[in-house]
């Protein structure tokens, strides 16, 4: 029998318990689809940290490496720095295994009410491709004088041909696969260099895709058009900062972060990919049995398209988008169930869902 | 009589016809409240700028300098490489005349429905402040072997503790006429450098404000909660990037581009600052008559408060938002009326018009 085997970073806050209630549905993608999982936990996130003064060691990405894939959850916690874990840990992962392509998808799955008006499943489906390495994510720059008056900070954002190239490779052929259409999104009337390669990238791809349309927005505009006509978006390629505020506008329109799933690719096979929903640690809500574990489980769906398992993929999006479609809110007391509970829901829908349900199952996640 | 100087800059494609439009409701007010205007047009933007190569030279730099403010329509044209004249003309102005605050104001107008559920009158109404001149838009950087596959784009964004200082200082002064709240809006977690900039200034200068209580959001994150909670907003104070990003979805939220109004304001008064509709010149329909001109009219609102017009301000402001709670349609050709009469409408509103209809007049504009 196929076996995968699974590294898994719970992490923070309510990470574990989406995360667990996610993997109950990739079991039972595994029972109905005729392929294994095997899971090993990885004990890092705040606690780790706290102890050991260090987000993500060699050791751990050495021991992570092995493995087909790794699910994670959430990080970020009060007692720590702002910022550390996230970088150390999710950005230090998506660098360390040249994770070079972030996939969000932003669709509105029937039943999901989406906050802006006219938005319907009918016209909500598209995905945000982000370049996941480079660009301001550099983390380059200095501030000096800090605290003076003198104090100049600087961020430096640098952008190279093979990871931008590899990220319009893959969003041009996923479009192609789609509904053939692709919009570069940037500032290049401002960030004139940057910009520059991006479009000289997606003018070279393009010519070996010519069965695909592309065109240009810039970021601030695509904070109109997304909301306003998403149906005039297929896949939307775009850099690391661009594409995490824009996601983050895709979840809104989708009915939210509870929603947002995404995809760490490491498009050339040379280290596991990493999959999370969107959403945060929620250290308000951990432990509280509130968090739902949606965005989560359609992650865990788009870790069994990267891993080849489409059939399995398919069927856990479509349980997860058809319990989503029953529950009455999307976090808190009043959301019609707990983590856990929703999770073994999640996982006996995949049993007997019909994944063409959720629409044409050939342009599905990745 | 008080005589205001206005430069009067009507650019391109709707540009001219907005400004036009707007022009007529500043006039009014004018009469209403007894005050002088003194126009000069300026011949700037595409047309000027293919016969003389030039997209602001110095010779229009020193003549604009000599007026009170300057009213810019839209500038941008097909015939133009994108970016040229959007840099040379406005970002170069922004720089010339030292206009570090950008006012955006996020205001839901009675009559005017939101694309987004839940938003109303009530629960919005804030004004993104945004730095003006610094950041990735100093435009320092540079493209390596452009076109090889050798290609490295480096864009610097730079952050100084006096534009940054009174861009927060402009921001916290509001809040405490107004709601009381400032929300600093970054990527702090990834941005560490200017994001600690940021963060200082705002707490160096929260010391001077101890009536102002004020908290942090990513930028990221405002793609949630600016649509979802506007209410939880009052000002919201970021950088030159994030603010050109974050206040079109203000616009989306508040009704669309053709509601959105900017002031680009020099808060030390040694130069005139600069108001302008933040949609672009619209080149599509351009002299056809269609364009709304209302978010011109209200950038003239806030013109005549930066002159110190405070009652021509509100009554211009009240007198645009009445027309608008009109229309039908915000541009097209069935939006209920063409540019001029719109802007006939609105001059004709403000002989007339109760300012405090629109709200509590001690916390609007600026
Ligand atoms: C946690 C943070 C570092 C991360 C990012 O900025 O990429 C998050 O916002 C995301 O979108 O995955
Ligand atoms: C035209 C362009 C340079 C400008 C900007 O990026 O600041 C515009 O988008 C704005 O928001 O005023």
Tied chains: 1, 2.
């Excluded at 093979?162 to 893959?170: G, H, I, M, Q």
């Excluded at 297929?234 to 995809?263: E, H």
């Excluded at 398209?305 to 009455?328: I, N």
Aim: aromatic letters at 4%; a negative charge.
């Amino acid at each position: 029998m196929r076996t995968h085997h699974l590294a898994v970073i719970g992490g923070d806050g309510i990470g574990p318990d989406v995360t667990a209630a996610a993997l109950a549905g990739v079991r039972a993608a595994a029972d109905r689809y005729g392929f294994a999982i095997e899971t090993t936990e990885f004990d890092l996130g705040a606690e780790a940290y706290l102890r050991s003064g260090v987000a993500l060691g060699e050791e751990s990405i050495e021991a992570l490496r092995g493995h087909d894939a790794v699910l994670l959850g959430a990080v970020g916690d009060p007692r720590v720095t702002p910022g550390v874990l996230e970088r150390g840990l999710i950005v230090g992962l998506r660098v360390a295994f040249a994770q070079s392509v972030n996939i969000r998808p932003v669709r509105l799955y029937p039943g999901v009410d989406s906050p802006v008006a006219g938005v319907s499943p009918d016209n909500c489906d598209l995905v945000i491709i982000r370049e996941n390495t480079e660009g301001l994510y550099t983390g380059g720059g200095s501030i000096s004088h800090a605290g003076t008056p003198n104090a100049v900070a600087i961020q430096n954002s640098i952008t190279t041909v093979p990871a931008t190239t590899e990220t319009v490779e893959f969003a041009f052929r996923l479009a192609s696969a789609r509904r053939k259409r692709l919009t570069l999104c940037h500032k290049k009337n401002i960030l004139v260099h940057a910009g520059q390669l991006w479009q000289d990238v997606v003018d070279e791809v393009a010519t070996r895709y010519p069965d695909v349309e592309h065109d240009y927005v810039h970021a601030d505009a695509m904070c109109l058009h997304l909301p306003m006509d998403p149906g005039r978006f297929d896949v939307v390629v775009t850099d690391n900062l661009f594409g995490d505020i824009l996601s983050d506008l895709g979840a809104t329109i989708q009915g939210g972060l509870g929603l947002a799933a995404s995809a760490n690719h490491n498009p050339r096979g040379t280290a596991p990919s990493m999959y999370e929903p969107v959403h945060g640690s929620a250290p308000d809500i951990a432990g509280k049995g509130w968090a739902n574990p949606a965005a989560a489980a359609l992650s865990a769906a788009l870790c069994l398209a990267g891993l080849g398992e489409r059939d399995g993929a398919l069927a856990l999006e479509a349980a997860a988008a058809s319990v989503l479609a029953e529950l009455p809110a999307l976090a808190g007391p009043g959301m019609g169930g707990d983590t856990a509970e929703i999770g073994r829901r999640i996982a006996d829908r995949v049993t007997d869902v019909d994944p063409a349900k959720i629409g044409d199952p050939e342009r599905s996640l990745m």
